[in-house]
């Protein structure tokens, strides 16, 4: 790990052409660069996936199913059918990967019939949602997506069926704040404000959007959501059929969406990018 921190310092430096006694954090920071150690833990998290991507009679899939035996065929073999002292006693990558996915993924499902081909919600609703990006082609980028920013909150919040959903997620000392808030005609609606320790900045900011369309949702006068959001990347991700590991809130998500864009198909949602530099 140190052998790998030192060549990502040099990269760094070698990025920024700073001097070499400042520290690691700082350039790591000014150059984007994620810690080698989170890059790691993120590249690890997606390969726990790959077991849940196999078919479910797949060998490894029956070897990792953790359910009571069957009376019927019962596998000797299953991690299902251990005591608590071999599950302890047993060592290896099969036990671990398993311990660990079923702790990230308490639900994951691969065949979810959210991201299945032909139900996915960019099949059926691709016209219902839009993002709204800052245009980093122009020369006064801020300026022009802030009056943008600005003459939307003003069209849209003293519309009776549209809510504006405002959220955000920072972490602390491993601990993550995501919060939500929903206002219909000028007026605050709900305010939500969750803690989690070691998660992400993506899960943490997908909670956030999840929980503020579940509140949205909920309400049968709402007929459009505007999302405001400094991490537009992770909005993109509910989009994204692709396995990740986020995929438990995507999923929750499109749920909701699917059900609000049935209901009436008049509703709608948008999504806007709204910096950190810019609040």
């Not at 079923?102 to 991201?115: A, R, T, Y």
């Not at 602390?172 to 320790?197: E, F, G, M, Q």
């Not at 396995?243 to 948008?270: G, R, V, Y």
Request: with cysteine; proline share 5%; net charge neutral.
């Amino acid at each position: 790990m140190k052998i790998l921190d030192k060549i990502q310092r040099r990269a760094a430096i070698w990025i920024l052409g700073a001097f070499k006694t400042l520290p690691s954090e700082g350039i790591e920071a000014i150059t984007g660069i994620i810690p080698i150690k989170f890059h790691l833990q993120k590249i690890t998290r997606r390969l726990q996936i790959c077991p849940f991507k196999l078919p479910t009679n797949h060998i490894l899939r029956n070897l990792m199913d953790e359910s009571p035996p069957s009376s019927n065929m019962p596998n000797p073999h299953s991690i299902g059918s251990l005591t608590n002292r071999q599950r302890i006693l047993i060592k290896g990558h099969l036990i671990d990967s398993c311990n660990k996915a079923h702790g990230i993924f308490p639900s994951f499902s691969l065949l979810n019939p959210e991201f299945s081909p032909g139900h996915h919600i960019t099949d059926n609703f691709s016209d219902r949602f839009s993002f709204n990006l800052v245009n980093k082609k122009e020369k006064e980028k801020d300026k022009i997506h802030t009056q943008e920013l600005d003459d939307m909150v003003l069209r849209n919040s003293s519309l009776p069926h549209t809510a504006l959903m405002i959220t955000d997620a920072n972490i602390k000392n491993d601990i993550a704040t995501s919060i939500s808030h929903i206002h219909i005609v000028n007026r605050p609606l709900t305010k939500t404000v969750y803690h989690a320790s070691f998660v992400t900045s993506m899960e943490a900011e997908l909670f956030a959007i999840r929980c503020g369309i579940n509140q949205a949702c909920s309400n049968d006068i709402i007929s459009k959501i505007i999302v405001i959001t400094d991490f537009i990347h992770a909005a993109k991700k509910i989009f994204d059929s692709e396995s990740h590991p986020s995929q438990l809130h995507t999923a929750a998500i499109l749920c909701e969406l699917q059900e609000f864009f049935i209901s009436n198909h008049d509703n709608s949602i948008e999504f806007w990018e709204c910096p950190s530099h810019l609040k």
